[in-house]
């Protein structure tokens, strides 16, 4: 299957940990990157490869992955958090090239 | 500065044609594979299509092959999306992006939006 799927949205508590998971075939084979959309704006990318993250992004940021899972996880959320959150990795299916997770709404309380 | 700035977008009718274009700067434009992603309004990222730097290498995502079709001119530091037959559902922010090693998109443009309807 060339899908990834994701919990439509999450919550967490200002200052507290959040983890967003991303699930499929695909990931058991590559590694899965993440990108942060905040509203009316491009994506940004905050991992990729097995926890890189590129510069300027800070280190609350982090990623791992085990079997079919992918997960990013936000240790000590900020309210400039808030946004969408992606995940995306090659497609082991031979359908396509790249494949995107269905999103992951995090919003900062 | 770096960056990559796409232009060509606008509103055409279905069944239309349109070519979007993305301009790059301050990067080794020659070195690096491409990709065009959009996004429908309200809804998720989408991955349409992929070059490498020599353009000897191309996917597509199965929505658009056979209808688009990406290209470029290395000379020129521009990547093209070739958008043709266009349908409602062909509505989008269309963001051209960098492919970094062939595991991620690490420089993307602020995007274009691309409108079929009649």
């Known amino acids: 299957s060339s899908e990834l799927t994701q919990d439509p949205a999450v919550s967490v508590a200002l200052g507290q940990t959040v983890r967003i998971t991303c699930q499929g075939d695909s990931l058991r084979n590559y590694y899965a990157s993440w990108y942060q959309q905040k509203p009316g704006q491009a994506p940004v990318l905050v991992i990729y490869g097995k926890n890189n993250r590129p510069s300027g992004i800070p280190d609350r940021f982090s990623g791992s992955s085990s079997g079919n899972t992918a997960s990013l996880t936000i240790t000590g959320a900020q309210a400039g958090d808030e946004a969408d959150y992606y995940c995306?990795?090659?497609?082991?299916?031979?359908?396509?090239?790249?494949?995107f997770g269905t999103g992951t709404k995090v919003t900062v309380l | 500065e770096v960056q990559l700035v796409e232009s060509g977008g606008g509103l055409v009718q279905p069944g239309g044609s349109l070519r979007l274009s993305c301009a790059a700067s301050?990067?080794?434009?020659?070195?690096?594979?491409m990709n065009w992603v959009r996004q429908a309004p309200g809804k998720g990222l989408e991955w349409l299509s992929y070059i490498t730097s020599s353009s000897t290498t191309i996917y597509y995502a199965d929505s658009v092959k056979g209808r688009f079709t990406i290209s470029r001119d290395n000379a020129k530091n521009s990547l093209y999306l070739q958008m043709n037959s266009l349908r409602d559902e062909d509505t989008a922010v269309y963001y051209c992006?960098?492919?970094?090693?062939?595991?991620?998109?690490?420089?993307w443009g602020q995007g274009t939006m691309v409108t079929v309807s009649s």
């Open positions: 995306n990795s090659r497609d082991s299916s031979g359908n396509h090239f790249y494949v």
């Open positions: 992006a960098r492919d970094w090693g062939g595991e991620a998109f690490d420089l």
């Open positions: 301050g990067i080794t434009f020659s070195t690096n594979s």
